[in-house]
């Protein structure tokens, strides 16, 4: 199954809403191979499975950062007509006892996987912040070069939000017009 679902792709998909991490409904359908209708049909059948920390609804500003961020096309355009759900690591899991499938148990056991990967990542880039700055300190006599090094290490810790370039870009400069 880790053919078919690679952590890297889960790990895309995974959005960071009212500070907890989150799948999209639409994601986890196209996951688990089944349609985002029939997705929260089971989740609404189960709502004692699925409580407020395990799945909540998007509010409309919330689903209109996201319309805007990760391109879901609205519904002037023919898109969701319904707020997005989001489900927590805890919801991910429930829902394979929901589907009940092959598929959903493999697919749960590679989401849970990319939700604990991503969680190790996040503790080795905070311990790895924590040493250094005691190693910055440590240094804090020394030049200003050191501080700039420093500097420029913690800026590619950070997470930056990447943009990316939209059109064809060529290695070769564009010929000017001869006047």
Same mark, same amino acid.
């Given at each position: 199954?880790?053919? +078919?679902?690679?952590?890297? !792709?889960?790990?895309?998909?995974?959005?960071?809403?009212?500070?907890?991490?989150?799948?999209?409904?639409?994601?986890? &359908? =196209?996951?688990?191979?089944?349609?985002?209708?029939?997705?929260?049909?089971?989740?609404?059948?189960?709502?004692?499975?699925?409580?407020?920390?395990?799945?909540? !609804?998007?509010? *409309?500003?919330?689903?209109?950062?996201?319309?805007?961020? @990760?391109?879901?096309?609205?519904?002037?355009?023919?898109?969701?007509?319904?707020?997005?759900?989001?489900?927590?690591?805890?919801?991910?899991?429930?829902? &394979?006892?929901?589907?009940?499938?092959?598929?959903?148990?493999?697919?749960?056991?590679?989401? @849970?996987?990319?939700?604990? =990967?991503?969680?190790?990542?996040?503790?080795?880039?905070?311990?790895?912040?924590?040493? %250094?700055?005691?190693?910055?300190?440590? +240094?804090?006599?020394?030049?200003? &070069?050191?501080?700039? %090094?420093?500097?420029?290490? =913690?800026?590619?810790?950070?997470?930056?939000?990447?943009?990316?370039?939209?059109?064809?870009?060529?290695?070769? *400069?564009?010929?000017? *017009?001869?006047?």
């Amino acid at each position: 199954m880790s053919d +078919l679902l690679p952590t890297a !792709t889960i790990q895309q998909r995974i959005l960071f809403v009212r500070g907890k991490r989150v799948l999209l409904d639409s994601d986890l &359908a =196209r996951f688990y191979g089944v349609t985002t209708f029939n997705l929260n049909k089971a989740v609404a059948r189960n709502p004692d499975r699925f409580p407020e920390d395990f799945v909540f !609804t998007l509010t *409309p500003v919330e689903g209109d950062h996201l319309i805007f961020q @990760i391109g879901i096309s609205s519904s002037a355009h023919g898109g969701r007509r319904k707020p997005a759900r989001v489900f927590t690591e805890q919801g991910v899991a429930m829902l &394979a006892s929901v589907l009940r499938t092959e598929r959903a148990a493999a697919v749960s056991v590679a989401l @849970i996987r990319a939700f604990v =990967r991503l969680r190790e990542m996040l503790a080795d880039n905070r311990q790895l912040a924590a040493k %250094l700055a005691a190693l910055e300190r440590q +240094l804090a006599t020394h030049d200003g &070069a050191i501080r700039e %090094l420093f500097a420029a290490i =913690r800026q590619l810790l950070s997470p930056a939000p990447t943009k990316r370039e939209i059109g064809f870009h060529t290695a070769l *400069p564009r010929p000017r *017009p001869k006047p």
